[in-house]
Structure formats: structure tokens, C-alpha cells
Antibody, heavy 127, light 108 residues
Framework: QVQLVESGGGLVKPGGSLRLSCAAS????????MSWIRQAPGKGLEWVSY????????YYADSVKGRFTISRDNAKNSLYLQMNSLRAEDTAVYYC????????????????????WGKGTTVTVSS | SSELTQDPAVSVALGQTVRITCQGD??????ASWYQQKPGQAPVLVIY???SRPSGIPDRFSGSSSGNTASLTITGAQAEDEADYYC???????????FGGGTKLTVL
């Protein structure tokens, strides 16, 4: 079945680095945009980054730009998030999600939605 | 601060209809998608596009939009619908995605 499984979370000191992975199965990974979303303890969802199917289009939330790097390996059906210069406020559950896009001919744009989510991996930044 | 604004909490009596709203300038141009999240679980997509439901989502869930406001309506709310609901869309610039702050739905 369609599945996303995140890994790589853990406890890291402020200023440290961590690399998250997301293993995809049950669908053609190379056909889809992919995204990372996080949720701080007791807080709402925050979009972090997304990457196009080929990897040529990448966007980051302002809160992580310059510190986090999203990447993918379509041959390995995997998505990654390299997180550097970590701060306490990066503490969160990090979810990997598949991004589907559909074109609206009425409005002449693509709309996005995240139709498959992993269970998440927890990142704690603390000294 | 979020570019999409949701009421923090809404309640509904069992079997009644409830509307959860999401406001933002980007919604004048882009469709919203809606996600249900229960405690300790990952979010689940419930509505996307103009008013589409993924397979497995009950037809009591529906979506609509007018001006800068997107709405998720649950017609005949059930106890299992008690959850946090988040809207999501492209931001005003079109390149980023943004979530609303979430609405906690209580079914009385």
C-alpha cells in the first residue's frame, strides 16, 4: 500500500545538525512533489519545504531557509531533510508528505494538496 | 503569524451541522485543502480542490469557498469527527504553502 516512513529524528544540541529520511513505497515516487511539514509540541502544523518531482523546484519556509536543505533520490524512493544550525524552536515532529497537484483550467493555476503523510519523526533540540 | 486564519475552537452537538472557516487573501485565488488530525496521529486529507474527497472520507465532509474564505462543513457530525482541523493553501506569492492555525472541533 501507499506508505511514507520517516526516520532520523533524535536529540541534538543547539547549533547541531541532523538528517531526516523519508522512505516511500506503493507509488511511483518520481512522479510526485514531496514536502516536509513540522508540528511543535502542542502547536499547529507548519509547512517547512517542498521539492518538485525532478528536484529542480525547491521552496523553503522563511523560518528554515539557509539552514535546512531538502533533497531526494528517486532511484531510492527517498526524500531527505538536512537540518543545520538547529535551534530550540526547531523542536517538533517532522512529517513527510506526498504532494499532489491538479490544474484548474478555470483559474489557470496548479493547486496542491498533501494526500499521503508519514507518521512522523521527533526532533528535539536541547542542551 | 499565519496568512490563513481559523477560529481556535468550535463545538457542535452530535448529529448537527458545523462549518469550520479559513480566511486569507490567498484564498481569493487558490483552493484550500483541509486536514483532520486526531491526538497522537498524523494529519489526514479530508477535502481538496473545489470540493473533492479522497476515497474513504465520508460524504458528510464537504468544502466550499467564497471570496477570501474557505469552509469545511460536516453535515451530521459524529463523535469520531472530534479532532483538530487545518486548512492549507498556497500563499499570496504562490510559491510557498501555508497552514491555518487549526480549529479544535468538539462534538458534544
Amino acid at each position: 500500500q501507499v506508505q511514507l516512513v520517516e526516520s532520523g529524528g533524535g536529540l541534538v544540541k543547539p547549533g547541531g545538525s541532523l538528517r531526516l529520511s523519508c522512505a516511500a513505497s506503493g507509488f511511483t515516487f518520481s512522479d510526485y512533489y514531496m514536502s516536509w511539514i513540522r508540528q511543535a509540541p502542542g502547536k499547529g502544523l507548519e509547512w517547512v519545504s517542498y521539492m518538485s518531482s525532478s528536484g529542480t523546484t525547491i521552496y523553503y519556509a522563511d523560518s528554515v531557509k539557509g539552514r535546512f536543505t531538502i533533497s531526494r533520490d528517486n532511484a531510492k524512493n527517498s526524500l531527505y531533510l538536512q537540518m543545520n544550525s538547529l535551534r530550540a524552536e526547531d523542536t517538533a515532529v517532522y512529517y513527510c508528505a506526498r504532494v499532489s497537484r491538479e490544474y484548474s483550467y478555470i483559474y489557470d493555476y496548479y493547486y496542491y494538496y498533501m494526500d499521503v503523510w508519514g507518521k512522523g519523526t521527533t526532533v528535539t533540540v536541547s542542551s | 503569524s499565519s496568512e490563513l486564519t481559523q477560529d481556535p475552537a468550535v463545538s457542535v452537538a452530535l448529529g448537527q451541522t458545523v462549518r469550520i472557516t479559513c480566511q486569507g487573501d490567498s484564498l481569493r485565488r487558490y483552493y484550500a485543502s483541509w486536514y483532520q488530525q486526531k491526538p497522537g496521529q498524523a494529519p489526514v486529507l479530508v477535502i481538496y480542490g473545489k470540493n473533492s474527497r479522497p476515497s474513504g472520507i465520508p460524504d458528510r465532509f464537504s468544502g466550499s469557498s467564497s471570496g477570501n474564505t474557505a469552509s469545511l462543513t460536516i453535515t451530521g457530525a459524529q463523535a469520531e469527527d472530534e479532532a483538530d482541523y487545518y486548512c492549507n493553501s498556497r500563499d499570496s506569492g504562490g510559491d510557498h504553502l501555508v497552514f491555518g492555525g487549526g480549529t479544535k472541533l468538539t462534538v458534544l
